[in-house]
């Protein structure tokens, strides 16, 4: 079965530091995949998106997301973070179902940020 | 520039009471969906529907019922709402089913005494 695994469930990073989210997914063919993130109080935007192609891709708000099939991961970085980053982040594979792509999010990391 | 809108924002039932939670989007997408997100489980999606008059089951649909009679509304109802259905409900609306690109609402906290 189709599942994704953030296995932090929290993380706190000082501001400018450098940030890695980790991914894992379990999915039988080439997946879509996702990054997104929910503010307080917000409902999620998407981050970024993974369907084929350079492995390496550019989200918004200087986040960019490397796709590792021999890891099945999909990791979130950003080289230097930001107060405003603080709030949780949710990846996500998606499955292809009647034509129809649902997605299938992970438990999410919930980012805080030191000043 | 709404996008995706729900009300309410906050309710509180007691077990056995019904409800209906509305969302609409003005984006004139085709699809539309209902997650719940609960501590530690991430989205789990309930129902969704793939154009107006057409609604499937999600991965956790026991409990609820939707309808979509308007392309832009998709409406989630609790016949008999439980303590187990306290959660935050989200809808979300796509454009094209291939990309995957949701776009979300802010978002319904139900509270089921």
Redesign the interface.
Same mark, same amino acid.
């Given at each position: 079965a189709q599942s994704?695994t953030q296995p932090d469930?929290h993380i706190t990073v000082s501001e400018g530091a450098s940030l890695e989210l980790r991914c894992n997914y379990s999915y039988g063919a080439t997946p &879509?995949l =996702?990054w997104y993130v929910q503010s307080p109080?917000? !409902? *999620?935007? *998407?981050l970024l998106?993974y369907f084929s192609g350079d492995t390496l891709v550019q989200g918004i708000k200087g986040f960019e997301a490397e796709f590792k099939r021999s890891q099945s991961s999909f990791n979130l970085r950003k080289p230097s973070v930001h107060w405003s980053d603080a709030a949780e982040y =949710?990846c996500?594979v998606?499955k292809?179902s009647g034509? &129809?792509?649902?997605?299938i999010? !992970?438990?999410?990391t919930r980012l805080a940020v030191h000043p | 520039n709404a996008g995706?809108t729900q009300t309410p924002k906050f309710r509180v039932l007691k077990t056995g009471q019904s409800m209906t939670l509305l969302c609409a989007q003005d984006m004139n997408h085709e &699809?539309m969906y209902w997650y719940r997100q609960d501590p530690?489980? +991430? *989205?789990?999606?309930i129902h &969704?529907s793939?154009g107006e008059g057409t609604t499937a089951k !999600?991965e956790v649909p026991d409990g609820y019922n939707v309808s979509r009679l308007k392309k832009q509304n998709f409406l989630l109802g609790l016949e008999s709402a439980a303590p187990s259905q306290t959660s935050v409900y =989200?809808c979300?609306s796509s454009l094209a089913?291939?990309? +995957?690109?949701?776009f979300? +609402?802010?978002?319904s906290r139900l509270t089921v005494l």
């Open positions: 994704v469930i &879509y =996702f109080g917000q !409902g *999620l935007q *998407l998106k =949710f996500a998606g292809v034509g &129809y792509n649902k997605l999010f !992970g438990a999410g | 995706v &699809y530690g489980m +991430g *989205l789990r999606l &969704y793939v !999600g =989200f979300a089913g291939r990309t +995957g690109e949701l979300f +609402g802010e978002g």
